[in-house]
C-alpha cells in the first residue's frame, strides 16, 4: 500500500504551498511597514516645513 504523505511529489508541494505562505505574509508585513515609514516621513517633513527648518537637512 503506497503511503500518501510521503512521497517526494507530495512533499515537494507542501513545500512549495509554504514557501509561498510564507512569501505571502513576509509581503504583506513589508508593505505595512513601508507604509507607516513612509506616513512617518511625510509627518516629520510636514512638521519642518511649517517650523521652516528644512534647511536642517543637506541637500533640500
Same mark, same amino acid.
Given at each position: 500500500?503506497?503511503?500518501?504523505?510521503?512521497?517526494?511529489? #507530495?512533499?515537494? %508541494?507542501?513545500?512549495?504551498?509554504?514557501?509561498?505562505? #510564507?512569501? $505571502?505574509?513576509?509581503?504583506?508585513?513589508?508593505?505595512?511597514?513601508?507604509?507607516? #515609514?513612509?506616513?512617518? %516621513?511625510? #509627518? $516629520?517633513? %510636514?512638521?519642518?516645513? %511649517?517650523?521652516?527648518?528644512?534647511? $536642517?537637512?543637506?541637500? $533640500?
Amino acid at each position: 500500500m503506497p503511503e500518501p504523505f510521503t512521497g517526494s511529489t #507530495v512533499l515537494l %508541494a507542501l513545500a512549495a504551498l509554504a514557501a509561498f505562505a #510564507v512569501a $505571502v505574509i513576509a509581503i504583506r508585513i513589508a508593505i505595512k511597514l513601508a507604509v507607516r #515609514v513612509g506616513i512617518v %516621513a511625510a #509627518v $516629520v517633513l %510636514a512638521a519642518l516645513y %511649517a517650523t521652516g527648518s528644512l534647511g $536642517v537637512i543637506p541637500g $533640500v
